[in-house]
């Protein structure tokens, strides 16, 4: 599976939208972008994920540029209960092995 | 929303005992998963299984971790002979069929805490 690479952390104000940067220049054509976050030490919770197209769903939205090298989570609206660790996971295991790294820790400031 | 039920939240035990972690499913989901994560490190991959067999394992699942389904609904990871270094949360998921797009769904963890 492809690596990913995101920035350690960021700040966003509440209500406003965040933007998570990812980096996965080695993504081959069958893999799946996905986004998890992990609040607190809860276990890791699914947001979206996509192919190539960009995504939308209640909770974020997921653009993915044509290249697929790169991809950005967007919260619109953030809210305190967004704070968080961000994790961007490429993935093409028919058996569902994702494998994490570091992600991105989201703090949601008033 | 369904959800994967994880229990107990906490466990404690002495080293070298056997513990077994206990996990419900989403009930129509086929592929059962654990993952594990040590204060503060990544989560890491620890075991696949589907059709009453283990389909991937990573190197952490070495002798002494287990997987079974024993009923319909259950699904446990078993640890041998605990040791220090197996104190982390335990992470059960599942989902409901095979391929890459398809979501995991995770369970809130048992914390595991080795003396």
């Known amino acids: 599976d492809a690596k990913t690479t995101q920035p350690p952390s960021m700040d966003c104000a509440e209500g406003r939208a965040a933007n998570l940067p990812c980096n996965h220049s080695?993504?081959?054509?069958?893999?799946?972008v996905y986004w998890y976050r992990q609040i607190h030490s809860q276990g890791p919770q699914y947001i979206i994920h996509?192919?190539?197209n960009n995504e939308t769903n209640e909770m974020a939205s997921l653009i993915i540029t044509e290249d697929r090298k790169s991809s950005t989570l967007i919260l619109p609206h953030a809210t305190l209960r967004d704070t968080a660790v961000y994790y961007c996971i490429v993935s093409s295991s028919n058996t569902g092995k994702l494998i994490f790294g570091q992600g991105t820790t989201l703090q949601v400031k008033p | 929303e369904p959800e994967v039920t994880q229990t107990p939240s906490h466990q404690v035990t002495q080293m070298g005992q056997e513990v077994i972690l206990r996990c419900v499913p989403i009930?129509?989901?086929?592929?059962f998963y654990w993952y594990r994560q040590i204060l503060g490190q990544k989560v890491e991959f620890l075991v696949s299984?589907?059709?009453?067999?283990?389909?991937?394992k990573s190197e952490i699942f070495d002798d002494q971790f287990s997987v079974e389904r024993p009923d319909g609904s259950n699904f446990t990871l078993k640890i041998r002979s605990t040791k220090l270094e197996d104190s982390a949360m335990y992470f059960c998921?599942?989902?409901?069929?095979?391929?890459?797009?398809?979501?995991?769904?995770f369970g809130s963890g048992t914390q595991l805490s080795v003396l």
């Open positions: 996509g192919l190539k």
């Open positions: 299984f589907y059709n009453n067999e283990i389909s991937e």
């Open positions: 080695t993504i081959s054509g069958n893999e799946y």
């Open positions: 998921a599942s989902r409901v069929d095979q391929g890459a797009n398809e979501k995991l769904f």
């Open positions: 009930s129509n989901h086929l592929y």
